[in-house]
């Protein structure tokens, strides 16, 4: 099985329409080849929903002819960044392996008993470009996967587009996912993400998008980037109205030394009417969240 002990971090980021050939014509990867790719995934879940209750995505993906199961536990992060842990392994054909499934950690106690009762919920077709990409500095050098999603989310009968970026930690250093998506963002417009595919679809399901309660600077970061999620998928003008409300008290917080609270005020303005980031969003909202995670490392 891959992935014995499994973490997996990654930098998710949403783009606008225009997105995606404005990365794909990014001078940072002119030189480097893409793997283009097609991805057809369904998501497993019991019919009341006890895997995304305890916030787990399990999925069968075919891709080049190979059926990957893959098991994710719930993110731990913002502002687009995001640790969890992962486990993936080829199966035979397109049905469960459930034998496997009962010896990972997140089937043991309560979960242990649905496994027989798990069905297809929800699917994700879309096509993937790839690229791999190395950062070197004087300690270190890390090897980042980017990747490029096209396609649409179908659950419950609703439809709802993925156009979205990742850079996947490899190996080496977080820091280096910060650098090479401030790069990409001088010219992409882009914005952050703290919504998987899975999420994603399941609250598209249930159309039912809870945004959190929010207090320290991190946290109205986090929520407004769930609101500006929740608006794209559900068309609901009153989740575009608590991202811009979240963004403005933000800017207003009393924990915000004087460059985070600039960065918080040069998002106020970058969203358009229809909620897409300019590239001063994605710029201002990653240095900010990359500025908020290095204060709380250091507490």
């Known amino acids: 099985m891959k992935n014995p002990n499994p973490i997996e971090v990654e930098l998710k980021l949403a783009l606008a329409p225009e997105g995606p050939a404005a990365l794909a014509q990014h001078p940072f990867l002119r030189s480097t080849p893409a793997l283009e790719q097609t991805l057809a995934n369904r998501y497993f879940d019991t019919p009341e929903g006890d895997l995304a209750n305890a916030r787990i995505a399990l999925r069968l993906r075919q891709v080049d002819g190979q059926v990957l199961q893959t098991v994710k536990t719930a993110g731990q992060g913002g502002g687009g960044l995001s640790q969890r842990e992962e486990w993936e392994w080829p199966v035979a054909g397109p049905q469960l392996d459930l034998a496997s499934l009962a010896k990972l950690p997140p089937f043991q106690a309560e979960l242990s008993g649905v496994l027989n009762l798990l069905a297809p919920q929800l699917s994700t077709d879309f096509t993937r470009r790839s690229w791999q990409l190395t950062d070197s500095t004087k300690d270190q050098q890390s090897h980042i996967e980017l990747v490029l999603d096209e396609g649409e989310i179908i659950s419950g009968g609703y439809r709802t587009p993925i156009r979205e970026m990742e850079l996947e930690l490899k190996s080496g250093a977080p820091e280096a996912l910060w650098k090479v998506a401030l790069?990409?963002?001088?010219?992409?417009?882009?914005?952050?993400?703290?919504?998987?595919?899975?999420?994603?679809?399941?609250?598209?399901?249930?159309?039912?998008?809870?945004?959190?309660?929010?207090?320290?600077?991190?946290?109205?970061?986090?929520?407004?980037?769930?609101?500006?999620?929740?608006?794209?998928?559900?068309?609901?003008?009153?989740?575009?109205?608590?991202?811009?409300?979240?963004?403005?008290?933000?800017?207003?917080?009393?924990?915000?030394?004087?460059?985070?609270?600039?960065?918080?005020?040069?998002?106020?303005?970058?969203?358009?009417?229809?909620g897409q980031p300019s590239t001063a969003y994605g710029k201002a909202a990653l240095a900010l969240a990359h500025r908020l995670a290095y204060q709380t490392a250091l507490r």
């Open 183 to 274: 790069i990409l963002a001088e010219q992409v417009p882009l914005r952050p993400s703290d919504s998987s595919k899975a999420a994603r679809g399941n609250a598209l399901s249930e159309q039912h998008w809870p945004l959190p309660e929010a207090h320290s600077p991190a946290q109205w970061l986090h929520r407004a980037t769930l609101a500006l999620d929740a608006y794209h998928d559900s068309h609901q003008a009153s989740f575009l109205t608590a991202a811009q409300q979240a963004l403005t008290t933000l800017a207003d917080h009393p924990a915000l030394d004087a460059t985070a609270r600039a960065y918080a005020e040069a998002l106020i303005s970058a969203l358009n009417a229809h």
